[in-house]
């Protein structure tokens, strides 16, 4: 793959299936590198692979489809250029999309109330004078904003505590089949100085169950609860009654009481909310009158991973995707009790689910593919799309190979190596993952097979703090932030090492995020490697607390309140003892790890003649290298590749050096430094368990 490549990326979302289970439409989004902005579209495809897929609608970008429980429309999302996302109805026996809303900062997904009559929503309501909502006040002449709270901005969004997210219901008049009528009026069911999001509706349709932090103290904790409210705004209450971060509620459509309400949580925060740390999100239910939340399945094993915006219940069963070792299996787990039955295991990533007239269909990725959809029914799994088979056809992408390494305390550790063809020996690319508590795995990741693309065998692990391995293994290092984790990083990449393939004397280490933290971190306690990118990085826990939207939580979680181990897993605090060439990547507007994290590495290189870049992206958030702008995408892999054929030429990746994306300035090698002597790894090291 190579960076104009993102071009040819087909990626799938969310399925949805027709009530008699015959259809499935899904939205299937790409990279539009020449107008430089994503473009989505529904595609439709008979479950039994009948037909092959074809496209359904045309707009700009259309996501989110939903069918009606009785058939007759589908409900989606459709953004014109530069506009907001807008709910449209189309219906399925023929005619032409109608929008019903015209929220200033655009709707949220929508879900049907059961008798098809009503769709809900949620939607970020603007403060009058803010956001454009006047056209005489641009965003520099608003008022000033006064802050109160530790929760009110969020990264990739911005500001939040003047445009906070309600529930709303929109209806469907009894002559909607007639062209021209004028649609209902959204109706805002939800209020307050709060975020709701989540909204699901009872069987009877007289309820809607949603998520928010209604509660007291909850600007400086991590709970969420469920509530219920009736549509026209009354009788709002709190269901759930406990310590957890609460999400997706659902209910059982055969249940006509809706004596149950079903979610995924977090069960337990401990007794300050805030103990999230390694903790797996997992199915659970509630008593839709009031109570605790009970886990179905074992939170110290099942941690959810798939991305449908809902809990999929169904049958009498509910259908989520676990992370198990790098993959995402899909879980049917019977609300009746019993043992859960996978539907897809083994290599791959379910990445969504729909649920219609007996047939399973999940959106299910691979190491060569973004995601096809295959239908499931008793007995047999079929594959009905091929969104992949163009960039396939190219001949560039390459498979990833197990590996399990053993720490110096004899932890195993589980990764991958994926290689170039021909025998080698080829330079090496050791990359972290962030999160920490996110897991690399069974899925086509565009970075890694540029770089193999481009000469490197890329090297990647899921070290202890990783997910996917139980909860044990997630938070083994709360507190304790680069410590057994650089452990494993390391042992893992000194096992791949043993390969004849792989060059052992020239290896590179970079990373995002916690990949950042980490890649720093070790550049401070070795010049083992010939050079190194750290992006969007987790620098320096103390000046995190006041620059990150998370800060007030995210570094006492990690690294602690006492300031001798808080500068034990400082990357920053032995950041003057890296002699190894680093490049800095940051986005302008990140507001998870603010520029400064990444602005201070890099000035405190440069002072010391470290040969060293920084390079930033205007208008990006934290997200930059997974939903930036594409033409910011395609510069980063280039700006990468380039720095890469600089300090580990390869014969494929040679043309790079000195070659940049247009735009781009030279960047002049600084003078050569005097380089130390490698020096052993030693970090504290306990056992889990």
Not at 65 to 80: I, K, T, Y
Not at 471 to 500: C, N, S, T, Y
Not at 562 to 570: G, L, Y
Request: aromatic share 6%; proline share 9%.
């Amino acid at each position: 793959m190579r960076p104009t490549d993102l071009s040819l990326l087909r990626t799938p979302g969310v399925p949805t299936v027709s009530p008699d289970g015959t259809t499935a439409v899904v939205a299937v989004s790409r990279l539009d590198l020449d107008a430089d902005e994503y473009r989505s579209q529904l595609w439709t495809v008979p479950t039994d692979g009948s037909a092959p897929a074809r496209p359904l609608t045309h707009g700009h970008r259309d996501q989110a489809p939903v069918f009606s429980p009785d058939g007759r429309w589908l409900a989606f999302l459709s953004a014109e250029p530069k506009g907001r996302p807008q709910l449209h109805v189309l219906p399925t026996a023929g005619g032409a999309a109608r929008r019903l809303t015209d929220h200033h900062l655009g709707a949220g997904v929508p879900v049907w109330s059961p008798d098809s009559r009503r769709l809900a929503y949620t939607a970020r309501v603007p403060e009058a004078g803010r956001y454009g909502t006047d056209e005489d006040v641009p965003p520099a002449a608003e008022a000033p904003r006064l802050i109160t709270t530790l929760k009110y901005r969020q990264d990739d969004l911005g500001f939040t505590n003047d445009r906070r997210s309600h529930v709303f219901v929109v209806g469907l008049p009894a002559d909607a089949d007639d062209d021209g009528v004028a649609l209902a009026e959204p109706f805002q069911v939800t209020g307050g100085d709060v975020d709701d999001a989540d909204v699901a509706w009872s069987p009877d349709g007289t309820e809607l169950a949603f998520v928010s932090a209604r509660h007291e103290g909850a600007d400086l904790d991590r709970v969420s609860d469920v509530y219920v409210v009736r549509p026209d705004g009354t009788g709002l209450r709190r269901v759930t009654e406990s310590r957890s971060a609460c999400a997706h509620p659902a209910y059982d459509p055969q249940d006509p009481a809706g004596s149950t309400i079903y979610l995924t949580a977090q069960p337990d925060l401990g007794p300050l909310g805030r103990d999230f740390v390694g903790r797996n999100t997992t199915l659970c239910r509630v008593a839709a009158a009031g109570g605790p939340v009970e886990p179905l399945l074992d939170p110290e094993e099942h941690d959810r991973g798939d991305e449908t915006p809902a809990t999929v219940v169904a049958d009498g069963a509910a259908f989520v995707g676990v992370q198990r070792r790098g993959a995402v299996e899909l879980l049917r787990v019977p609300l009746s009790g019993g043992a859960p039955e996978p539907l897809v295991d083994g290599p791959y990533t379910v990445r969504g689910i729909g649920v219609g007239g007996g047939v399973v269909v999940a959106t299910v990725a691979h190491d060569r593919s973004a995601g096809e959809l295959i239908a499931i029914t008793p007995g047999r799994r079929r594959l009905i799309t091929g969104f992949g088979a163009q960039l396939q056809a190219t001949g560039r992408l390459h498979r990833m190979r197990e590996r399990t390494a053993t720490a110096p305390d004899g932890y195993p550790v589980h990764g991958w190596v994926t290689t170039p063809p021909g025998p080698g020996p080829h330079p090496v690319l050791l990359t972290v993952h962030g999160g920490p508590f996110a897991q690399y795995g069974w899925t086509l990741f565009d970075e890694t097979q540029a770089y193999v693309e481009a000469g490197y065998a890329v090297v990647q692990c899921n070290p202890r703090g990783s997910s996917g391995y139980g909860q044990a293994h997630g938070r083994v290092i709360k507190e304790h932030m680069g410590e057994l984790d650089a452990d494993d990083v390391v042992a893992f990449l000194d096992d791949a090492l043993q390969d004849p393939a792989l060059d052992s004397s020239r290896v590179g280490i970079m990373g995002g995020s916690y990949g950042g933290f980490m890649t720093t971190l070790l550049l401070g306690r070795t010049d083992r490697f010939a050079a190194g990118i750290s992006e969007r990085a987790f620098n320096d826990p103390v000046s995190f607390v006041g620059s990150s939207d998370i800060g007030f939580f995210f570094p006492d979680e990690y690294v602690g309140t006492d300031p001798e181990r808080i500068a034990a897993q400082s990357p920053m605090a032995t950041a003057h003892r890296i002699t190894t060439p680093t490049m800095v990547i940051h986005s302008e507007e990140d507001w998870r790890c603010p520029l400064e994290q990444g602005t201070r590495l890099y000035v405190e290189l440069k002072r010391r003649g470290v040969p060293t870049e920084l390079l930033l992206f205007p208008g990006e958030g934290h997200e930059l290298s997974r939903t930036g702008r594409p033409q910011h995408r395609r510069a980063r892999l280039e700006h990468v590749l380039r720095w890469w054929g600089r300090w580990l030429p390869t014969p494929q990746n040679s043309s790079a050096m000195g070659a940049l994306p247009a735009g781009s300035t030279a960047a002049t090698a600084p003078p050569p430094v005097e380089r130390r002597t490698a020096e052993p790894l030693t970090v504290q090291a306990t056992r889990v368990g």
